[in-house]
Protein backbone atom coordinates (compact mmCIF):
# COMPACT_ATOMS: atom_id res chain seq x y z
CA UNK A 1 0.00 0.00 0.00
CA UNK A 2 1.27 2.98 -0.56
CA UNK A 3 0.13 6.59 0.95
CA UNK A 4 1.16 10.21 -0.50
CA UNK A 5 1.16 13.67 1.26
CA UNK A 6 1.47 16.36 -0.75
CA UNK A 7 0.78 20.34 -0.92
CA UNK A 8 -2.56 21.95 -1.66
CA UNK A 9 -1.63 25.50 -2.23
CA UNK A 10 1.78 27.21 -3.95
CA UNK A 11 4.53 25.26 -2.10
CA UNK A 12 5.12 25.61 1.56
CA UNK A 13 2.82 24.17 3.32
CA UNK A 14 5.25 22.69 5.74
CA UNK A 15 5.27 19.34 4.31
CA UNK A 16 8.71 18.23 5.89
CA UNK A 17 7.45 18.41 9.47
CA UNK A 18 4.37 16.19 8.36
CA UNK A 19 6.74 13.83 6.73
CA UNK A 20 8.72 13.36 9.08
CA UNK A 21 6.27 13.56 11.88
CA UNK A 22 4.38 10.27 9.98
CA UNK A 23 7.91 8.62 8.64
CA UNK A 24 7.45 5.99 12.06
CA UNK A 25 4.06 4.44 10.43
CA UNK A 26 6.03 3.32 7.20
CA UNK A 27 8.78 1.36 6.11
CA UNK A 28 9.79 3.52 3.28
CA UNK A 29 9.57 7.07 1.93
CA UNK A 30 9.70 8.02 -1.61
CA UNK A 31 9.95 11.07 -3.69
CA UNK A 32 8.40 11.35 -6.99
CA UNK A 33 8.44 14.65 -8.72
CA UNK A 34 10.44 17.80 -9.01
CA UNK A 35 14.10 18.16 -7.82
CA UNK A 36 16.54 20.76 -6.40
CA UNK A 37 13.32 23.15 -6.43
CA UNK A 38 12.04 21.71 -3.40
CA UNK A 39 13.01 22.33 -0.09
CA UNK A 40 11.46 19.95 2.82
CA UNK A 41 12.69 21.88 5.94
CA UNK A 42 13.14 19.15 9.37
CA UNK A 43 14.10 20.31 12.86
CA UNK A 44 16.63 17.66 14.69
CA UNK A 45 17.16 18.04 17.59
CA UNK A 46 16.69 22.19 17.10
CA UNK A 47 19.08 22.01 14.39
CA UNK A 48 16.91 23.30 11.04
CA UNK A 49 17.68 20.93 8.03
CA UNK A 50 16.57 21.90 4.93
CA UNK A 51 16.46 18.51 2.25
CA UNK A 52 15.80 19.00 -1.69
CA UNK A 53 16.52 16.27 -3.32
CA UNK A 54 17.17 13.63 -0.57
CA UNK A 55 13.35 12.17 0.89
CA UNK A 56 12.51 13.44 4.26
CA UNK A 57 12.65 10.23 5.90
CA UNK A 58 16.67 10.13 6.24
CA UNK A 59 16.67 10.41 9.84
CA UNK A 60 14.72 7.87 10.51
CA UNK A 61 16.43 4.74 11.10
CA UNK A 62 15.05 1.47 9.92
CA UNK A 63 13.49 3.77 6.95
CA UNK A 64 14.77 3.34 2.92
CA UNK A 65 14.62 6.42 0.71
CA UNK A 66 13.67 6.55 -2.66
CA UNK A 67 14.62 9.32 -5.14
CA UNK A 68 11.48 8.19 -7.92
CA UNK A 69 12.09 7.99 -11.74
CA UNK A 70 9.79 11.38 -11.62
CA UNK A 71 12.03 13.10 -9.96
CA UNK A 72 15.35 15.04 -11.88
CA UNK A 73 18.65 15.25 -10.39
CA UNK A 74 21.51 17.71 -10.05
CA UNK A 75 24.35 16.03 -9.57
CA UNK A 76 26.32 19.01 -8.28
CA UNK A 77 23.94 19.96 -5.65
CA UNK A 78 22.55 16.37 -4.56
CA UNK A 79 26.55 15.81 -3.88
CA UNK A 80 26.92 18.77 -1.91
CA UNK A 81 22.90 17.86 0.22
CA UNK A 82 24.52 14.25 0.62
CA UNK A 83 27.48 15.11 2.26
CA UNK A 84 25.95 17.51 4.59
CA UNK A 85 23.56 15.02 5.55
CA UNK A 86 26.33 12.26 6.09
CA UNK A 87 27.98 14.45 8.10
CA UNK A 88 25.49 14.20 10.81
CA UNK A 89 26.00 10.38 10.60
CA UNK A 90 23.59 9.19 8.14
CA UNK A 91 24.37 6.49 6.02
CA UNK A 92 23.13 7.26 2.78
CA UNK A 93 24.91 4.22 1.04
CA UNK A 94 22.71 2.26 2.96
CA UNK A 95 19.00 4.03 2.87
CA UNK A 96 18.79 5.68 -0.50
CA UNK A 97 17.90 4.36 -3.41
CA UNK A 98 17.94 5.78 -6.27
CA UNK A 99 15.56 5.04 -9.94
CA UNK A 100 17.93 4.48 -12.63
CA UNK A 101 15.18 6.36 -14.95
CA UNK A 102 15.29 9.86 -12.91
CA UNK A 103 16.38 12.62 -15.46
CA UNK A 104 19.46 14.53 -15.11
CA UNK A 105 20.30 18.04 -14.32
CA UNK A 106 22.94 19.35 -16.86
CA UNK A 107 25.31 22.46 -16.22
CA UNK A 108 23.67 23.70 -19.41
CA UNK A 109 20.00 23.50 -18.30
CA UNK A 110 20.56 25.72 -15.51
CA UNK A 111 21.87 28.09 -17.91
CA UNK A 112 19.08 27.64 -20.23
CA UNK A 113 16.48 28.30 -16.65
CA UNK A 114 18.10 31.57 -16.46
CA UNK A 115 18.20 32.66 -20.01
CA UNK A 116 14.25 31.11 -20.83
CA UNK A 117 13.28 33.89 -17.54
CA UNK A 118 15.55 36.14 -18.44
CA UNK A 119 13.86 36.60 -22.62
CA UNK A 120 10.47 36.32 -20.59
CA UNK A 121 11.45 39.92 -18.65
CA UNK A 122 7.95 41.19 -17.42
CA UNK A 123 6.57 37.74 -17.77
CA UNK A 124 9.20 35.35 -16.04
CA UNK A 125 7.64 32.11 -14.23
CA UNK A 126 10.04 33.53 -11.01
CA UNK A 127 11.68 30.14 -11.51
CA UNK A 128 13.86 28.78 -8.72
CA UNK A 129 16.98 28.63 -11.91
CA UNK A 130 17.52 25.39 -10.89
CA UNK A 131 17.29 23.95 -14.09
CA UNK A 132 13.92 22.43 -13.41
CA UNK A 133 11.79 23.19 -16.40
CA UNK A 134 14.56 22.38 -19.55
CA UNK A 135 15.09 19.07 -18.05
CA UNK A 136 12.02 18.29 -17.66
CA UNK A 137 11.52 19.33 -21.55
CA UNK A 138 14.47 17.43 -22.45
CA UNK A 139 12.73 14.20 -20.96
CA UNK A 140 9.41 14.75 -22.95
CA UNK A 141 11.60 15.77 -25.49
CA UNK A 142 13.40 12.72 -25.90
CA UNK A 143 17.01 14.35 -25.49
CA UNK A 144 17.38 13.94 -22.21
CA UNK A 145 20.45 11.79 -20.04
CA UNK A 146 18.73 9.24 -16.88
CA UNK A 147 21.08 8.45 -14.14
CA UNK A 148 21.19 4.63 -15.39
CA UNK A 149 23.42 6.37 -18.22
CA UNK A 150 26.47 7.43 -16.29
CA UNK A 151 27.04 3.62 -15.96
CA UNK A 152 27.38 3.27 -19.62
CA UNK A 153 30.28 3.57 -21.91
CA UNK A 154 29.06 6.49 -24.23
CA UNK A 155 27.89 8.72 -21.34
CA UNK A 156 30.42 11.32 -21.95
CA UNK A 157 29.77 11.36 -26.18
CA UNK A 158 26.21 11.82 -25.18
CA UNK A 159 26.60 14.38 -22.84
CA UNK A 160 28.52 16.41 -25.17
CA UNK A 161 25.82 15.78 -27.78
CA UNK A 162 23.58 17.24 -25.22
CA UNK A 163 25.52 20.04 -24.04
CA UNK A 164 26.32 21.32 -27.44
CA UNK A 165 22.77 21.29 -28.46
CA UNK A 166 22.05 23.40 -25.61
CA UNK A 167 24.98 25.52 -26.14
CA UNK A 168 23.55 26.24 -29.54
CA UNK A 169 20.08 27.48 -28.15
CA UNK A 170 22.17 29.48 -25.69
CA UNK A 171 23.99 31.21 -29.06
CA UNK A 172 20.58 32.02 -30.34
CA UNK A 173 19.35 33.67 -27.54
CA UNK A 174 22.46 35.57 -27.17
CA UNK A 175 24.26 33.78 -24.29
CA UNK A 176 27.90 32.69 -25.32
CA UNK A 177 29.00 30.73 -22.31
CA UNK A 178 31.85 28.82 -21.38
CA UNK A 179 30.74 25.72 -18.57
CA UNK A 180 34.31 24.42 -18.04
CA UNK A 181 34.14 25.06 -14.45
CA UNK A 182 30.74 23.92 -14.49
CA UNK A 183 31.51 20.60 -16.25
CA UNK A 184 34.51 20.27 -14.18
CA UNK A 185 32.08 19.84 -10.82
CA UNK A 186 29.82 17.96 -12.83
CA UNK A 187 31.98 15.26 -13.54
CA UNK A 188 33.08 14.87 -9.81
CA UNK A 189 29.92 15.23 -8.75
CA UNK A 190 28.93 11.80 -11.34
CA UNK A 191 31.76 10.07 -9.48
CA UNK A 192 30.00 10.84 -6.18
CA UNK A 193 26.75 9.53 -7.76
CA UNK A 194 28.26 6.21 -8.62
CA UNK A 195 28.68 5.37 -5.12
CA UNK A 196 24.58 5.02 -4.05
CA UNK A 197 22.63 2.48 -4.62
CA UNK A 198 20.88 3.18 -8.68
CA UNK A 199 17.88 0.52 -9.20
CA UNK A 200 15.27 -0.24 -11.27
CA UNK A 201 13.31 1.18 -8.36
CA UNK A 202 9.90 0.45 -9.99
CA UNK A 203 10.45 -3.30 -9.48
CA UNK A 204 11.71 -2.86 -6.19
CA UNK A 205 8.87 -0.55 -4.90
CA UNK A 206 5.97 -3.47 -6.44
CA UNK A 207 8.27 -6.12 -4.60
CA UNK A 208 8.15 -4.39 -1.51
CA UNK A 209 4.02 -3.44 -1.48
CA UNK A 210 3.97 -7.50 -2.32
CA UNK A 211 5.61 -8.13 0.86
CA UNK A 212 3.05 -5.70 2.57
CA UNK A 213 5.29 -2.92 3.37
CA UNK A 214 3.89 0.90 3.48
CA UNK A 215 4.86 3.12 1.12
CA UNK A 216 4.56 7.22 1.91
CA UNK A 217 5.22 8.97 -1.34
CA UNK A 218 6.17 12.38 -0.70
CA UNK A 219 5.14 15.03 -3.10
CA UNK A 220 7.09 18.51 -3.62
CA UNK A 221 6.00 22.09 -4.63
CA UNK A 222 2.32 21.95 -4.45
CA UNK A 223 -1.20 21.23 -6.44
CA UNK A 224 -1.01 25.03 -7.43
CA UNK A 225 2.39 24.62 -9.07
CA UNK A 226 1.04 21.59 -11.18
CA UNK A 227 2.18 21.75 -14.70
CA UNK A 228 -1.53 20.98 -15.50
CA UNK A 229 -3.64 22.24 -12.72
CA UNK A 230 -1.46 24.65 -11.25
CA UNK A 231 -2.19 28.55 -12.81
CA UNK A 232 -0.29 27.33 -15.69
CA UNK A 233 2.17 28.62 -17.36
CA UNK A 234 2.88 30.23 -13.37
CA UNK A 235 3.98 26.40 -12.54
CA UNK A 236 6.63 24.26 -12.19
CA UNK A 237 7.22 21.00 -14.53
CA UNK A 238 5.92 18.19 -12.89
CA UNK A 239 2.57 16.44 -11.98
CA UNK A 240 2.66 17.14 -8.35
CA UNK A 241 -0.74 15.61 -7.60
CA UNK A 242 -2.12 12.31 -6.62
CA UNK A 243 -1.53 10.90 -9.95
CA UNK A 244 1.69 12.11 -9.91
CA UNK A 245 3.24 9.25 -7.77
CA UNK A 246 2.10 6.38 -10.36
CA UNK A 247 4.14 7.63 -13.20
CA UNK A 248 6.68 9.28 -11.08
CA UNK A 249 7.56 5.67 -9.37
CA UNK A 250 5.90 3.16 -11.46
CA UNK A 251 2.99 1.98 -8.83
CA UNK A 252 -0.19 1.31 -10.41
CA UNK A 253 -3.47 3.32 -8.82
CA UNK A 254 -5.04 0.60 -6.97
CA UNK A 255 -2.27 0.61 -4.37
CA UNK A 256 -3.05 4.14 -3.54
CA UNK A 257 -4.08 4.71 0.04
CA UNK A 258 -4.73 7.41 2.09
CA UNK A 259 -3.82 11.53 1.08
CA UNK A 260 -2.87 13.39 3.27
CA UNK A 261 -3.04 17.10 1.62
CA UNK A 262 -1.00 20.02 3.45
CA UNK A 263 -2.55 23.44 3.56
CA UNK A 264 -1.29 26.07 5.59
CA UNK A 265 -4.15 28.10 7.46
CA UNK A 266 -3.65 30.93 5.54
CA UNK A 267 -1.76 31.07 2.07
CA UNK A 268 1.73 31.74 0.21
CA UNK A 269 3.29 31.77 -2.98
CA UNK A 270 6.95 32.57 -4.00
CA UNK A 271 7.43 33.64 -7.73
CA UNK A 272 5.44 35.36 -10.15
CA UNK A 273 1.55 34.44 -11.07
CA UNK A 274 -1.97 35.00 -9.71
CA UNK A 275 -2.93 34.58 -6.33
CA UNK A 276 -6.51 36.15 -5.32
CA UNK A 277 -6.16 36.21 -1.81
CA UNK A 278 -2.81 37.79 -2.06
CA UNK A 279 -2.66 40.89 0.44
CA UNK A 280 -0.07 43.46 -1.03
CA UNK A 281 -0.29 45.69 2.25
CA UNK A 282 0.53 45.67 6.09
CA UNK A 283 -1.36 42.59 6.44
CA UNK A 284 0.31 40.96 4.35
CA UNK A 285 3.66 42.01 5.92
CA UNK A 286 2.49 41.16 9.21
CA UNK A 287 2.29 37.77 8.18
CA UNK A 288 5.41 37.69 6.44
CA UNK A 289 7.25 38.50 9.29
CA UNK A 290 4.79 36.11 11.64
CA UNK A 291 5.12 32.72 9.60
CA UNK A 292 8.79 34.09 8.89
CA UNK A 293 7.87 33.35 5.02
CA UNK A 294 10.92 33.36 2.94
CA UNK A 295 11.92 30.54 0.63
CA UNK A 296 13.53 27.35 1.94
CA UNK A 297 15.92 27.17 -1.47
CA UNK A 298 16.21 30.62 -2.52
CA UNK A 299 15.65 32.55 0.54
CA UNK A 300 13.21 35.32 -1.63
CA UNK A 301 10.29 36.38 0.61
CA UNK A 302 6.79 35.12 0.17
CA UNK A 303 4.11 36.67 -1.30
CA UNK A 304 1.10 36.75 1.48
CA UNK A 305 -2.33 36.25 2.07
CA UNK A 306 -5.81 34.69 3.23
CA UNK A 307 -6.87 31.19 2.80
CA UNK A 308 -8.44 30.03 -0.02
CA UNK A 309 -11.20 27.83 0.09
CA UNK A 310 -12.14 27.81 -3.62
CA UNK A 311 -8.45 26.88 -4.40
CA UNK A 312 -8.27 24.60 -1.68
CA UNK A 313 -11.30 22.75 -2.64
CA UNK A 314 -10.42 22.04 -6.28
CA UNK A 315 -6.85 20.79 -4.78
CA UNK A 316 -8.91 18.52 -3.08
CA UNK A 317 -10.76 17.29 -5.51
CA UNK A 318 -8.16 16.66 -8.00
CA UNK A 319 -5.99 15.01 -5.56
CA UNK A 320 -8.54 12.92 -4.10
CA UNK A 321 -7.70 14.03 -0.35
CA UNK A 322 -8.63 11.59 2.71
CA UNK A 323 -6.73 13.62 5.35
CA UNK A 324 -6.53 17.11 5.48
CA UNK A 325 -3.62 18.72 7.47
CA UNK A 326 -3.44 22.41 8.55
CA UNK A 327 -0.24 23.78 9.04
CA UNK A 328 0.89 27.20 10.53
CA UNK A 329 -1.71 27.64 12.77
CA UNK A 330 0.02 29.33 15.44
CA UNK A 331 0.97 32.23 13.36
CA UNK A 332 -2.55 33.79 12.94
CA UNK A 333 -2.50 34.11 16.82
CA UNK A 334 -0.91 37.31 16.00
CA UNK A 335 -3.79 39.18 13.63
CA UNK A 336 -6.53 40.83 14.60
CA UNK A 337 -8.82 39.14 13.07
CA UNK A 338 -8.91 35.67 10.40
CA UNK A 339 -10.66 36.16 7.01
CA UNK A 340 -11.50 32.79 4.89
CA UNK A 341 -12.04 33.39 1.06
CA UNK A 342 -14.93 31.27 0.87
CA UNK A 343 -15.90 32.53 -3.39
CA UNK A 344 -15.00 34.35 -5.93
CA UNK A 345 -16.76 37.27 -7.14
CA UNK A 346 -15.97 37.08 -10.95
CA UNK A 347 -17.87 39.51 -13.78
CA UNK A 348 -20.33 40.38 -11.36
CA UNK A 349 -21.33 36.41 -9.97
CA UNK A 350 -20.58 34.40 -7.20
CA UNK A 351 -18.46 31.27 -7.95
CA UNK A 352 -16.93 28.47 -5.98
CA UNK A 353 -14.53 26.95 -8.95
CA UNK A 354 -11.28 27.59 -9.48
CA UNK A 355 -11.11 29.72 -13.37
CA UNK A 356 -9.07 28.27 -16.56
CA UNK A 357 -7.57 32.10 -16.77
CA UNK A 358 -7.57 33.96 -13.93
CA UNK A 359 -7.38 37.45 -14.58
CA UNK A 360 -7.44 39.11 -11.22
CA UNK A 361 -8.64 42.63 -12.39
CA UNK A 362 -11.69 40.70 -12.87
CA UNK A 363 -11.79 38.34 -9.86
CA UNK A 364 -12.50 39.73 -6.10
CA UNK A 365 -12.57 36.96 -2.81
CA UNK A 366 -15.49 37.00 -1.04
CA UNK A 367 -14.65 36.64 2.53
CA UNK A 368 -16.25 35.25 5.68
CA UNK A 369 -14.36 37.09 8.92
CA UNK A 370 -13.74 35.68 12.18
CA UNK A 371 -12.66 37.38 15.08
CA UNK A 372 -9.58 36.22 16.47
CA UNK A 373 -9.32 34.04 19.30
CA UNK A 374 -8.66 34.91 23.03
CA UNK A 375 -5.46 32.21 23.71
CA UNK A 376 -2.91 31.81 21.40
CA UNK A 377 -3.32 28.52 19.49
CA UNK A 378 0.79 27.62 19.82
CA UNK A 379 0.24 27.07 23.80
CA UNK A 380 -2.67 24.48 23.24
CA UNK A 381 -1.67 21.14 23.89
CA UNK A 382 -4.98 18.59 22.72
CA UNK A 383 -8.13 19.11 20.54
CA UNK A 384 -10.04 20.19 23.84
CA UNK A 385 -7.86 23.24 24.38
CA UNK A 386 -8.29 24.86 20.63
CA UNK A 387 -10.12 28.16 21.27
CA UNK A 388 -14.18 28.22 19.43
CA UNK A 389 -12.90 30.94 17.20
CA UNK A 390 -10.59 28.74 15.88
CA UNK A 391 -12.96 25.43 16.01
CA UNK A 392 -14.93 27.59 13.65
CA UNK A 393 -12.46 28.20 11.18
CA UNK A 394 -11.59 24.71 10.92
CA UNK A 395 -15.36 23.75 10.37
CA UNK A 396 -15.44 26.43 7.55
CA UNK A 397 -12.96 24.70 6.03
CA UNK A 398 -14.28 21.33 6.58
CA UNK A 399 -17.30 22.31 5.44
CA UNK A 400 -16.15 24.32 2.15
CA UNK A 401 -13.63 21.26 1.27
CA UNK A 402 -15.69 18.08 2.71
CA UNK A 403 -12.76 16.58 3.54
CA UNK A 404 -12.07 15.95 7.09
CA UNK A 405 -8.74 17.39 9.40
CA UNK A 406 -6.56 15.24 10.66
CA UNK A 407 -3.92 17.30 12.52
CA UNK A 408 -3.38 20.76 13.00
CA UNK A 409 -0.06 22.31 13.40
CA UNK A 410 0.56 24.36 15.88
CA UNK A 411 4.34 25.55 15.66
CA UNK A 412 8.01 24.05 14.50
CA UNK A 413 8.49 21.44 17.01
CA UNK A 414 7.56 17.91 16.58
CA UNK A 415 5.15 18.21 19.39
CA UNK A 416 3.29 20.73 18.27
CA UNK A 417 0.94 18.69 16.23
CA UNK A 418 -3.15 18.02 16.89
CA UNK A 419 -4.76 15.33 16.33
CA UNK A 420 -8.28 15.79 15.84
CA UNK A 421 -9.98 12.96 17.10
CA UNK A 422 -13.64 12.24 15.43
CA UNK A 423 -12.20 13.18 12.27
P1 LIG B 1 10.77 26.03 -11.04
O1 LIG B 1 10.10 24.78 -10.59
O2 LIG B 1 12.08 26.28 -10.34
O3 LIG B 1 10.86 26.14 -12.52
O4 LIG B 1 9.83 27.25 -10.57
C1 LIG B 1 8.51 27.43 -11.10
C2 LIG B 1 7.62 28.11 -10.07
O5 LIG B 1 7.40 27.20 -8.98
C3 LIG B 1 8.21 29.37 -9.44
O6 LIG B 1 7.14 30.26 -9.14
C4 LIG B 1 8.84 28.87 -8.15
O7 LIG B 1 8.93 29.88 -7.17
C5 LIG B 1 7.84 27.81 -7.76
N1 LIG B 1 8.43 26.72 -6.97
C6 LIG B 1 9.23 25.73 -7.41
N2 LIG B 1 9.55 24.90 -6.41
C7 LIG B 1 8.94 25.37 -5.32
C8 LIG B 1 8.85 24.91 -3.96
O8 LIG B 1 9.39 23.87 -3.58
N3 LIG B 1 8.11 25.68 -3.12
C9 LIG B 1 7.45 26.80 -3.53
N4 LIG B 1 7.49 27.23 -4.78
C10 LIG B 1 8.21 26.53 -5.66
Same mark, same amino acid.
Given at each position: ???????? *?????????????????????? #????????? /????? !??????? /???????? /???????????????????????????? @????? *????????????????????????????????????????????????????? #??????????????????? !?????? =?????????????????????????? *??????????? +??????????????? &?????????????????????? @????????? =??????????????????????????????????? =??????????? #?? #??????? $????????????????????????????????? &??????????????????????????????????????? =? &? +??????????? $???? *??????????????????????????
Amino acid at each position: MVDVLLGL *QWGDEGKGKIVDFLANQYDIIA #RFQGGPNAG /HTLYL !KDKKIVL /HTIPSGVF /HEKLLNVIGNGVVIDPVSFKVECEEIES @LGVNL *QACMLISERAHLILPTHKALDKASELAKGMNKIGSTLKGIGPTYMDKTGRNGL #RVGDILKNDFLERYQILKE !KHLTIL =KQMNMDLQVDVEETEFFAAIAALKKY *QIIAAEYWLNE +QIAAGKKILAEGAQG &TMLDIDFGTYPFVTSSNTVTAG @LCVGLGIAP =KHVGKVYGISKAYCTRVGSGPFPTELDNEIGEKLR =KLGFEFGATTG #RP #RRCGWID $LVALKYACMINGVTDLIITKADVLDGMDSVSVC &TSYQMYGQSTKQFPYDINEANLSPEYTQIPIWDKALSDC =K &T +QSDLPENFIKL $LEII *QQETSVPIAFVSNGVGREQLILLQGN
